[in-house]
């Protein structure tokens, strides 16, 4: 009995060891990380980083954290945020943001606000942590804007995994409901009764590829960008509108997307009239807009349902042969 007692006595010490030992180094690496961040001409500030956990976790806790890279204008700055990981599994991390935090660019800040938001993130067990997979949780976000816009989601949640089929392929999946859009896109509607305020649903489902992999090089450096996305699926509902897209691009260095997607949608004279009222469509390409997909939805033998591709060339967009604009520049900032 005496030497069970022993042993595990000189177990429990080496168990303590071990988390004196990897919390102390957990806790080094994070202030280092700080200070090669100044060193490179970062702001990164933390009036406190401390880990706990004691016996089985190492949860570190950052206070008053301050992030910006001068190379992006990206800032964000945060009240407190926390790195959770049991002890013997380092390497896969809850993450925990605070209620209210800022994200700058640039051209405005933005306040977040929300009741829930934390993901689960595994990383390789390597140095340059490469991410594997990831889910977050967002409940009862608000975002306000000194642009002068607001929005907000009810209940949010994103996941992401590390396909083998790929040196650098994601699979991506997000879910809202109760989306309410921008503000300012709302109010450049000019119509109160086009649409209701908020969208019901969201689904979006890609394989998107990267040229680089999300590690920690992607926060110090570059964030790698998008070169390939297979759009699986692309669900919208709101109000009487249904939009339904999928296909394929690929994205060149410039971020300009070259691809066909394929656009269903019910009640589509209503999405012409939010691209006019919104000036996403010009008031001299409505008539022609509409008079050419009228064509395409009868060949259906239901006029309010259309079912026509979406060409991404050279920089613009054709919905079926009618130019309709010019296309977006996909780039992470």
Avoid: C
């Amino acid at each position: 009995m005496r030497n069970l007692i022993v042993i595990a006595m000189i177990l429990a010490g080496l168990w303590g060891g071990y988390w004196y030992i990897g919390a102390s180094a957990t806790e080094h690496a994070f202030k280092a990380w700080i200070a090669d961040r100044q060193d490179e001409g970062w702001i990164a500030e933390a009036t406190d980083i401390s880990t706990r956990g004691f016996p089985n976790r190492f949860d570190t806790i950052f206070t008053d954290l301050e992030l910006a890279d001068p190379d992006t204008g990206l800032s964000w700055v945060a009240p407190e945020f926390q790195i959770l990981a049991l002890s013997y599994k380092p390497h896969h991390v809850i993450a925990v943001w605070p209620g209210t935090q800022v994200i700058a660019t640039p051209e405005q800040r933005i306040q977040i606000a929300g009741s829930d938001v934390k993901g689960s993130i595994m990383v390789s067990p390597t140095p340059d942590l490469t991410l594997e997979r990831s889910s977050i949780v967002l409940a009862d976000i608000t975002m306000s804007s000194t642009a002068g816009w607001t929005s907000a989601l009810k209940h949010g949640q994103l996941a992401t995994r590390q396909l083998e089929d790929g040196d650098n392929r994601h699979e991506i999946h997000f879910e809202a409901a109760n989306l309410t859009p921008a503000s300012s896109f709302v109010q450049s509607l000019n119509a109160d009764d086009l649409l209701p305020p908020v969208f019901e649903g969201i689904t979006l489902k890609a394989n998107v590829d990267f040229n680089a992999p999300w590690d920690r090089t992607a926060i110090e450096k570059a964030r790698p960008q998008i070169t390939h996305i297979d759009l699986n699926e692309l669900k919208a509902n709101w109000g009487e509108l249904e939009l339904w897209l999928a296909g394929a691009a690929d994205v060149d260095a410039q971020g300009i997307p070259t691809g066909n997607i394929t656009v269903k949608a019910r009640n589509w004279r209503q999405m012409i009239e939010i691209a006019r009222a919104s000036g996403a469509l010009a008031p001299e390409l409505v008539s022609t807009v509409t008079g050419a997909l009228q064509f395409v939805a009868g060949l259906s033998g239901d006029e309010s349902t259309l079912d026509v591709p979406l060409r991404l060339s050279g920089g613009r967009m054709f919905l079926g042969p009618v130019p309709i604009g010019t296309a977006p520049v996909i780039r992470l900032r």
